[in-house]
């Protein structure tokens, strides 16, 4: 365990998330790709303004008394100092120290700035606090400013008020949005006169009970008056301790990356997200399942028993005793029966002369991926997951035809080896004899007298006994038929080879067919979550 750890600089995360939102752009929806892009680029964009400056936004409801709030922590009324600003439509800036202060401001959308001589507190440094638009304004325009322009200070000062601090509108749907950003928040609850001084607390707590729903951890709330100026100090006091500390800048931008990528991957940290880029790919079992289920839709085990059935027929067609492997030619070749091609197609672009795969292949073909996108999606988040069920919808309907091109460019070992063709020999030698003789036979029988130069007198000699046209008609009919007897058994075992090689040979091409139109496809959307979740881990440091 390491005793020091630091995060990865702040440019760098930013630079991941960015990274993030675009690859996850066909998997995230368009408003979290939305989100993850704004805080990227505001969050590089205010890191290349002024670092120096602090900005603190006043938010708060009308009625709140927010701008007398933001003028009493100023020290001046610059509300009424200046009648040509439309404070219920445009932000106000009073700038403390401005130079240097200008393209942020620029960067704001603040026009009405208000530069203020000397210090705010003693090392306050550089600080802007911005009275702002309501965020409850009946004008949308209004609503808008204060709406983006939370998301753009370094420090949210939340102003509410004895009437309005339970207000279910004001907390779902500002205070709640930035509940990460707790670090950068204050909580002021204005107006506090109106209260008794023994309700001052009451309230307060209920306020902070209400912050503490929402998600503001370690909220406070600071009670304040400007009639009767309670609290303007415990205000000043905090936004000074926020202004020297100089990491309100940092610290907002944390909230925002924390605050986003949370709400894409609740309950993950960056150990987990690590731990899950090892995992790009379900294990071999899954695969090995699937290609078994679609070895099945295509028949493999039926195609292996007919390549077997074919080569007894072959054999027996070139090997059997002659006399009555001649019928066999006329039985129909089981493969050819099938439509599978005898010779594989090496370039795999053809399709086979099986017929299309049928609605119960179809469905087995379909279960085989429809279990392996469920193994992939293992571990994946809802959207990754989802996207992983529509593509293999895409790929069950393409795979058929790719399941068919690997059935057709399996080599089907179906054809006997020519070392065979010494027993066709022996077999036409064998008939050779038993005609030769039968054939003496016949010419002793009708024309004696064509044998009587060549034998004299013994027109048909022996050997122990036995006539000579009778041992060759007996030694060559038995040869035949015991060759076609051994032969025969040869084929069964030898076929059983060929059914194990055949199905082998189909296994490893669906393998290769799946491997590219099904784990391909899918893996890749799992290696992009690996990736997307790699960049998620740093962005969150």
């Known amino acids: 365990m390491a005793l020091f750890s630091s995060k990865p600089p702040l440019g760098e995360r930013l630079d991941a998330l960015g990274q993030a939102a675009e690859i996850g752009r066909p998997y995230l929806s368009p408003a979290q790709r939305e989100r993850l892009e704004k805080v990227a680029r505001a969050g590089a964009e205010r890191r290349a303004l002024s670092a120096e400056h602090t900005v603190v936004g006043f938010f708060g409801a009308t009625g709140s008394g927010k701008t007398s709030l933001f003028n009493a922590i100023v020290g001046e009324d610059l509300g009424k100092?200046?009648?040509?600003?439309?404070?219920?439509?445009?932000?106000?800036?009073?700038?403390?120290?401005?130079?240097?202060?200008?393209?942020?401001?620029?960067?704001?959308?603040?026009?009405?700035?208000?530069?203020?001589?000397?210090?705010?507190?003693?090392?306050?440094?550089?600080?802007?606090?911005?009275?702002?638009?309501?965020?409850?304004?009946?004008?949308?325009?209004?609503?808008?400013?204060a709406e983006r322009l939370a998301g753009q200070v370094d420090v949210l000062v939340w102003v509410s008020d004895p009437e309005k601090y339970a207000d279910s509108v004001i907390h779902e749907q500002f205070i709640r949005p930035h509940a990460n950003h707790a670090a950068v928040t204050l909580a002021v609850l204005n107006k506090s006169d109106l209260l008794a001084e023994g309700d001052v607390p009451t309230v307060s707590a209920s306020f902070k009970g209400l912050l503490l729903d929402d998600g503001l951890s370690n909220a406070t709330v600071i009670p304040t008056s400007t009639r009767t100026g309670a609290g303007l100090d415990t205000l000043r006091d905090a936004i000074?301790?926020?202004?020297?500390?100089?990491?309100?800048?940092?610290?907002?931008?944390?909230?925002?990356?924390?605050?986003?990528?949370?709400?894409?991957?609740?309950?993950?940290?960056?150990?987990?997200?690590?731990?899950?880029?090892?995992?790009?790919?379900?294990?071999?079992?899954?695969?090995?399942?699937?290609?078994?289920?679609?070895?099945?839709?295509?028949?493999?085990?039926?195609?292996?028993?007919?390549?077997?059935?074919?080569?007894?027929?072959?054999?027996?067609?070139?090997?059997?005793?002659?006399?009555?492997?001649?019928?066999?030619?006329?039985?129909?070749?089981?493969?050819?029966?099938?439509?599978?091609?005898?010779?594989?197609?090496?370039?795999?672009?053809?399709?086979?002369?099986?017929?299309?795969?049928?609605?119960?292949?179809?469905?087995?073909?379909?279960?085989?991926?429809?279990?392996?996108?469920?193994?992939?999606?293992?571990?994946?988040?809802?959207?990754?997951?989802?996207?992983?069920?529509?593509?293999?919808?895409?790929?069950?309907?393409?795979?058929?035809?790719?399941?068919?091109?690997?059935?057709?460019?399996?080599?089907?070992?179906?054809?006997?080896?020519?070392?065979?063709?010494?027993?066709?020999?022996?077999?036409?030698?064998?008939?050779?004899?038993?005609?030769?003789?039968?054939?003496?036979?016949?010419?002793?029988?009708?024309?004696?007298?064509?044998?009587?130069?060549?034998?004299?007198?013994?027109?048909?000699?022996?050997?122990?006994?036995?006539?000579?046209?009778?041992?060759?008609?007996?030694?060559?009919?038995l040869t035949g038929l015991v060759i076609g007897l051994v032969s025969a058994v040869f084929g069964g075992v030898l076929g059983s080879g060929v059914r194990r090689r055949t199905?082998?040979?189909?296994?490893?091409?669906?393998?290769?067919?799946?491997?590219?139109?099904?784990?391909?496809p899918l893996g890749q959307i799992r290696e992009d979550y690996a990736r997307f979740a790699d960049r998620v881990a740093l962005a969150r440091g």
């Open 81 to 145: 100092a200046a009648a040509r600003r439309p404070t219920t439509s445009s932000p106000l800036a009073a700038v403390w120290e401005p130079v240097g202060s200008e393209e942020l401001l620029d960067w704001l959308g603040v026009e009405d700035r208000r530069a203020r001589s000397g210090e705010f507190a003693p090392g306050a440094g550089p600080l802007i606090l911005l009275d702002l638009p309501d965020f409850d304004s009946v004008e949308a325009s209004n609503r808008a400013i």
């Open 240 to 477: 000074t301790r926020v202004a020297r500390a100089h990491t309100a800048q940092s610290a907002r931008i944390e909230a925002d990356i924390q605050s986003v990528t949370a709400d894409l991957i609740p309950d993950a940290s960056g150990k987990q997200l690590a731990k899950q880029e090892k995992q790009s790919r379900p294990d071999k079992h899954a695969k090995r399942d699937m290609d078994a289920t679609l070895a099945e839709a295509t028949s493999a085990d039926r195609i292996a028993d007919k390549a077997a059935a074919a080569y007894r027929k072959r054999l027996h067609e070139r090997t059997g005793w002659l006399l009555t492997s001649w019928i066999t030619r006329f039985r129909p070749d089981p493969l050819r029966r099938m439509g599978v091609r005898d010779d594989a197609d090496e370039l795999g672009v053809h399709r086979s002369s099986l017929p299309e795969l049928d609605a119960a292949s179809k469905a087995v073909s379909n279960r085989g991926v429809r279990e392996y996108a469920e193994a992939v999606s293992q571990g994946l988040p809802p959207q990754w997951a989802a996207a992983v069920s529509d593509r293999a919808g895409g790929v069950a309907e393409q795979l058929p035809a790719e399941l068919d091109r690997a059935v057709a460019r399996t080599r089907v070992p179906a054809q006997p080896s020519k070392a065979w063709s010494l027993l066709t020999l022996i077999q036409w030698l064998a008939l050779v004899a038993a005609l030769v003789g039968v054939l003496w036979y016949l010419l002793v029988a009708l024309v004696p007298g064509v044998l009587t130069p060549l034998l004299g007198g013994d027109l048909v000699p022996d050997v122990e006994g036995w006539p000579i046209p009778t041992l060759l008609i007996m030694a060559g009919l």
């Open 503 to 520: 199905k082998a040979a189909l296994r490893r091409e669906i393998a290769v067919a799946s491997e590219d139109t099904v784990v391909a």
